[in-house]
């Protein structure tokens, strides 16, 4: 080979090792020496053991921290141009132990039919099951609130530190995480509420109190603990008739709202995956109810308090469903119902589909085997969501 072939070659190489360089160097966005953290709390779904979740956690943590931080755009809109930045250690919440008491009626019907049916047929029996199980004892009431009881112990303990958190919730943990939002918190402008149309003796009390005592921004979980309001079967809200008793109680609402609500700013945004939200939350889409009126607030909270809510589903999972609505802050504001918004930079955006290069039966674990996809998946949904909710091309 010539002297001038050589040289030839070591300057393509030299250039390529240079460019990559200074590609890599644009990826390494500066993060502040005493950035805030915003910590990810994992909530995992279904049939899920520990051990499994831990190992799970641990396969996607650091593509999370490396996709997050090096795109410009999350860079600058949720990291603050590196004044925060995503915490090193993951924070599990782990549920499962929870259930076991209930399981154990599970597995004894499941033994009188263990031999019965073709492997296939035994197989799919017991694991679907498994997954039913979990995601319907997670929707019932009186099995999430303590769950998101010791949520919130999480998110205050986090708080006590200095950081905010992201909630993810993988499956049945995407009920709990939809639920944190609409639950705990702090959606409700108790001092918003008019009772022009009410002339009762407990209407004209309300007026008065809430007048008088200016109470802070509430979540719906307070006004429950303190036996204010009541959920009906029907899926309305009715205050206390006991007239004695709000005397009592509702001018101490605040310190319900400080024992049972997520503190504000606390909660940076939710991710939800392989989500199957439409199928228990279909009620939140008929206009007129309280689930319909509980969902509207929660979007203007996050649309005013600069949280996100992403809904991530690969094209293949088919346990994931996507929402109902697909709203832009335009759609809100035509609306009418949820009064005048001030946007602050959250928003709520479906992005179910994702292309994934997975089969139909591995698709719903398909989250946790590629981290690095898995992470590209919500920096995308995080740019696409806010460009779409803001319409901005």
């Avoid at 930045?85 to 009626?105: H, M, P």
């Avoid at 019907?109 to 296939?120: D, F, M, R, T």
């Avoid at 991710?271 to 689930?291: D, N, R, Y």
């Avoid at 806010?386 to 319409?391: E, W």
């Amino acid at each position: 080979m010539s002297v001038l072939k050589k040289l030839l070659i070591s300057f393509v190489l030299m250039c390529s090792i240079t460019c990559s360089a200074k590609a890599a160097e644009k990826q390494e966005l500066p993060i502040c020496p005493n950035a805030q953290p915003i910590d990810i709390v994992y909530i995992h779904g279904a049939y899920e053991t520990r051990e499994a979740f831990d190992k799970s956690v641990r396969n996607v943590h650091d593509d999370m921290i490396k996709q997050i931080q090096s795109d410009p755009f999350m860079y600058k809109n949720l990291l603050d141009n590196g004044r925060k930045k995503i915490g090193e250690k993951e924070v599990i919440f782990f549920w499962a132990d929870e259930t076991k008491e209930d399981l154990k009626a599970l597995e004894k019907a499941l033994e009188y039919v263990k031999n019965v049916g073709s492997k296939i047929a035994r197989f799919g029996r017991k694991t679907l099951s498994h997954l039913l199980h979990d995601a319907i004892w997670i929707s019932k009431p009186v099995n999430y609130t303590p769950l998101l009881n010791n949520l919130l112990k999480v998110v205050n303990e986090e708080q006590a530190k200095g950081n905010q958190v992201i909630l993810y919730g993988y499956s049945a943990g995407s009920l709990l995480a939809s639920e944190y939002l609409t639950q705990k918190m702090p959606i409700i402008d108790i001092n918003s509420i008019k009772y022009t149309d009410d002339n009762s003796y407990i209407g004209k009390y309300f007026a008065q109190t809430i007048e008088k005592h200016n109470f802070k921004p509430t979540c719906l979980d307070a006004l429950k603990e303190s036996k204010i309001l009541f959920y009906t079967d029907n899926d309305e809200f009715v205050t206390n008739p006991d007239i004695s008793y709000l005397k009592k109680e509702f001018p101490n609402l605040d310190k319900y709202t400080d024992k049972y609500c997520s503190p504000k700013d606390a909660v940076k945004g939710f991710v939800v995956f392989g989500a199957p939200l439409t199928i228990f939350e279909s009620s939140a889409s008929l206009v007129g109810t309280s689930s319909n009126k509980l969902f509207s607030m929660a979007i203007k909270y996050l649309v005013e308090n600069d949280i996100f809510f992403l809904v991530v589903n690969y094209e293949n999972d088919f346990i994931a469903m996507p929402l109902a609505a697909k709203p832009t802050y335009k759609s809100l504001q035509e609306a009418g119902n949820l009064g005048n918004i001030v946007p602050k930079g959250g928003f709520l955006y479906d992005a179910s589909g994702i292309k994934c290069r997975t089969n139909v039966f591995s698709s719903h674990m398909a989250y946790w085997s590629n981290g690095k996809r898995f992470a590209k998946s919500i920096v995308k949904s995080y740019k696409d969501g806010y460009k779409y909710f803001y319409s901005i091309k």
